[in-house]
T-cell receptor, first 113, second 111 residues
């Protein structure tokens, strides 16, 4: 089992460019999450999906959109990247929401110039 | 006030020391308590999981939850250089999809 996979591993964007971060899990989990991690700020939830076909905002959703493509895949889109979106992005999945272990991917390092 | 407060450190200890990492939380509805370990340039991984109050031990690691004082602790005995990582506490309430994370404490264990 690969667990949670994320692509790309690293990306450099110019301000105003768009991109989609991809995430897939092979554990048949219902819940999937996108976080960003910044120095001194910890992990902050951007969006989450409790099940296929549903998505909800987290703590810092502005500037992002998500798509739960199917049970395995959950993508995060930046429509017009800003330097403030420079961060490390983690995708995670869980079998049963907040009361079960969240399994994290390896992260995507994004630099917006 | 953030829902979960965690001293970011950094914390530096000699090999073999006992390490104590702590978090406080404000929401009395939190029931599930976790510690995640994150090595440099990696994703977090679950280290310890506790439901409600009490202690849980796993090898050199002990997790404690005191719901009366809203205090979460992780103890590491006989610390090793391989324990050098950032430790994040996390908690959630029943029925919630979301975990609330502390900011993490960076630990270095020196040989």
């Amino acid at each position: 089992n690969a667990g949670v996979t994320q692509t790309p591993k690293f990306q450099v964007l110019k301000t105003g460019q768009s991109m989609t971060l991809q995430c897939a899990q092979d554990m048949n989990h219902n819940s999937m999450y996108w976080y960003r991690q910044d120095p001194g700020m910890g992990l902050r939830l951007i969006y989450y999906s409790a099940s296929e076909g549903t998505t909800d905002k987290g703590e810092v959703p502005n500037g992002y959109n998500v798509s739960r493509l199917n049970k395995r895949e959950f993508s995060l889109r930046l429509e017009s990247a800003a330097p403030s979106q420079t961060s490390v992005y983690f995708c995670a999945s869980s079998s049963a929401g907040g009361r079960e272990t969240q399994y994290f991917g390896p992260g995507t390092r994004l630099l917006v110039l | 006030q953030k829902e979960v407060e965690q001293d970011p450190g950094p914390l530096s200890v000699p090999e073999g020391a006992i390490v104590s990492l702590n978090c406080t939380y404000s929401n009395s509805a939190f029931q599930y308590f976790m510690w995640y370990r994150q090595y440099s340039r990696k994703g977090p991984e679950l280290l310890m999981y506790t439901y409600s109050s009490g202690n849980k031990e796993d090898g050199r690691f002990t997790a404690q939850v005191d719901k009366s004082s809203k205090y979460i602790s992780l103890f590491i005995r006989d610390s090793q250089p391989s324990d050098s990582a950032t430790y994040l506490c996390a908690t959630s309430q029943g029925g919630s999809e979301k975990l609330v994370f502390g900011k993490g404490t960076k630990l270095t264990v020196n040989p």
